[in-house]
């Protein structure tokens, strides 16, 4: 296992990733992608302080992570947020989502960030897993939804 993620080169993320990534999500999800990665990636570059990273196997996007920093509010104080992430399926149990975790946690302890925030579904049994193995824990914020179509 070593050997595999020695060949792992985990770099920023680019606008260019938006369609390798946008194929990892398609076979995560096994349904059409809605997201538009290109603009959230374009933002990523736009604004250098957040951190996004891919991982490359062979030149290809074996997984990604995307976060951003959020400058407070309702008792948070300047923290980050990771919104998405995900493993090319074929690769998932092999520690590219915990190298992806690595960079983001040191890209952000250089700045300063002291926590770092994510949501996961409640039934999404592998990502809570992840999460939780990569030292994270509930924390006091409540998610909460508003439907703006009911």
Do not use: C
């Amino acid at each position: 296992m070593d050997d595999f993620l020695d060949q792992l080169n985990i770099r920023r993320i680019k606008p260019e990733d938006a369609e390798a990534i946008t194929r990892i999500q398609a076979a995560i999800t096994k349904s059409p992608v809605e997201i538009d990665f290109r603009h959230i990636i374009d933002e990523q570059v736009r604004r250098a302080e957040n951190a996004g990273f891919v991982a490359e196997l062979n030149g290809k996007v074996a997984g990604y992570m995307i976060s951003y920093i959020i400058y407070g509010g309702f008792g948070l104080e300047k923290s980050a947020w990771i919104a998405t992430m995900g493993v090319d399926p074929r690769l998932m149990g092999r520690g590219i989502g915990k190298r992806l975790a690595g960079e983001i946690f040191k890209a952000y302890k250089q700045k300063g960030i002291q926590h770092i925030f994510t949501t996961v579904r409640w039934d999404s049994a592998d990502l809570l897993s992840f999460f939780k193995t990569s030292g994270f824990d509930r924390s006091n914020f409540i998610n909460l939804r508003k439907d703006l179509n009911g």
